[in-house]
T-cell receptor
Framework: QKEVEQDPGPLSVPEGAIVSLNCTYS??????FMWYRQYSRKGPELLMY????GNKEDGRFTAQVDKSSKYISLFIRDSQPSDSATYLC?????????????FGTGTRLQVTL | NAGVTQTPKFRILKIGQSMTLQCTQD?????MYWYRQDPGMGLKLIYY???????DKGEVPNGYNVSRSTTEDFPLRLELAAPSQTSVYFC????????????FGQGTRLTVV
């Protein structure tokens, strides 16, 4: 079983739609939860992070974590064509000095006009 | 700041050849990572390092080797290249154990024929 599961999509939505992206994880030791955005032929860039259960909002983006269900989500409101990218969830587990950063498979999002 | 720099950007190797993918960062980050990204498969961790002289295996280390003689550099060595190693390779760095943001290089596209 993979430590982090994410539906690869692709997901196609019209401009202005609300987008919901999700990941599940199996390792209860994960401490930090992040969403990265990756445009085509570029490296991923951090979009949002959180370390506790609950919601965190940043503009049109809301990150949600439910540690009891081992489930994280990213919501995008009023989606724009510029949001078209691959969204990867990522998680960190630290043990001693080690700090491993694990990614989901990524969900490819296409926002159409 | 240049951030994380990877060279080369593209490379074609013949089966059985070897090469080194270079990665250097100028942010004085302790943590460095090598990932490979296959189409629709997300980022798989190959090796990571928590500081100079310390490296550890990730999810898919077979066929690769790394070294970390300085804080800045984290080269990835491919010995006896195989077609299964055709992928996009990303190097990333993080400042510390509890810092969530990883900075990625632009990637190296490697084709083994």
């Amino acid at each position: 079983q993979k430590e982090v599961e994410q539906d690869p999509g692709p997901l196609s939505v019209p401009e202005g739609a609300i987008v919901s992206l999700n990941c599940t994880y199996s390792n209860s030791a994960f401490q930090y939860f992040m969403w990265y955005r990756q445009y085509s032929r570029k490296g991923p860039e951090l979009l949002m992070y959180t370390y506790s259960s609950g919601n965190k909002e940043d503009g049109r983006f809301t990150a949600q974590v439910d540690k009891s269900s081992k489930y994280i989500s990213l919501f995008i409101r009023d989606s724009q064509p510029s949001d078209s990218a691959t969204y990867l969830c990522a998680m960190i587990v630290t043990t001693g000095t080690a700090s491993k950063l694990t990614f989901g498979t990524g969900t490819r999002l296409q926002v159409t006009l | 700041n240049a951030g994380v720099t990877q060279t080369p950007k593209f490379r074609i190797l013949k089966i059985g050849q070897s090469m080194t993918l270079q990665c250097t960062q100028d942010m004085n980050h302790n943590y460095m990572y090598w990932y490979r990204q296959d189409p629709g498969m997300g980022l798989k961790l190959i090796y990571y390092s928590v500081g100079a002289g310390i490296t550890d295996k990730g999810e898919v280390p077979n066929g690769y080797n790394v070294s970390r003689s300085t804080t800045e550099d984290f080269p990835l060595r491919l010995e006896l290249a195989a077609p299964s190693q055709t992928s996009v390779y990303f190097c990333a760095s993080r400042e510390g154990r509890l810092n969530t943001e990883a900075f990625f290089g632009q990637g190296t596209r490697l084709t083994v024929v």
